[in-house]
């Protein structure tokens, strides 16, 4: 199956899916995106990739 709607947090070590232990300003970055992601129209199964430079700073 693929998703309907997903993003990919480019550059995130595998493990930190939402990114580092600790780290709440980029968690909630990610879900925010992640919960924008749902609302927007697209193409099903499409997986946009996201940066997020909170993640690269540490």
Same mark, same amino acid.
């Given at each position: 199956?693929?998703?309907?709607? +997903? ?5 995130? &070590?595998?493990?930190?899916?939402? #990114?580092? !232990? ?6 909630? +970055? ?5 919960? &924008?992601?749902?609302?927007?129209? #697209?193409? !099903? ?14």
């Amino acid at each position: 199956m693929r998703p309907s709607r +997903a993003i990919h947090p480019v550059g995130f &070590e595998f493990g930190h899916s939402l #990114g580092r !232990p600790h780290d709440v300003q980029t968690q909630t +970055a990610v879900l925010k995106a992640a919960l &924008e992601h749902l609302v927007t129209k #697209g193409e !099903p199964g499409v997986i946009a990739d996201v940066e997020f430079s909170s993640y690269r700073e540490q």
